[in-house]
């Protein structure tokens, strides 16, 4: 028996550690798909007049892989049912892609000239939204703002317990 504890945690620190290098190789995705951005903008910046293709053919094989290889992690662990904010993370994650169905329509194959920004600006809160819904930034924040000792103390902001009669 004393073989088959051993044996059993060196699988499961086995798996551990495959697990350690499969969210360091989706990070190090992410990260270079949209780190891609960086020299569009600078050129952009410059004045000149840049194909958004190149930069795409990059940008879209780097972060689909890099959240094929999260989700890959995170099918490793024991599912959860999904919760309300993890449902809004996803429909603002779904309206941030989803967005650039109608700019693509529109620019290719019906060859309208359309202004970029108002798509970006959409597609960057769906996904930084649905980033700050998934990990609870927000609500981080708050809990940071209250006092230690107010927290649970409903009787007047910042926990005061004064009350005016009147």
């Known amino acids: 028996m004393n073989i088959d504890n051993v044996s059993r945690n060196t699988r499961r620190s086995t798996i ?5 290098r499969l969210r360091i ?4 995705f992410i990260t270079t798909g949209v780190l891609v951005w960086v020299p569009f903008i600078g050129v ?5 007049s840049v194909s958004i293709l190149p930069y ?14 999260k989700r890959r992690v995170a099918g490793q662990r024991p599912a959860s ?10 429909l603002l994650f779904l309206i941030g892609i989803g967005v650039w169905l109608p700019y693509f329509l529109f620019k290719y194959p019906l060859r309208q ?15 930084f939204g649905g980033i700050f819904v998934r990990l609870n930034l927000v609500g981080r924040l708050l ?15 910042y926990g005061s317990s004064v009350e005016i009669d009147g």
Do not use: C, M, Y
């Not at 551990?16 to 350690?20: E, F, I, R, V």
């Not at 809990?143 to 902001?157: F, I, N, V, W």
């Open 25 to 28: 190789l989706s990070k190090l």
């Open 56 to 69: 795409l053919a990059v940008h879209l094989p780097f972060i689909l892989t890099g959240v094929w290889l």
């Open 16 to 20: 551990a550690a495959k697990q350690t």
């Open 81 to 90: 049912k999904p919760t309300q904010a993890l449902r809004l993370s996803n």
């Open 143 to 157: 809990a940071r703002r209250t006092p230690p000792h107010t927290q649970g103390d409903k009787s007047g902001e």
């Open 113 to 127: 000239h359309l202004a970029i920004q108002p798509f970006l600006f959409v597609h960057l809160s769906g996904l």
């Open 44 to 48: 952009t910046l410059l004045g000149k």
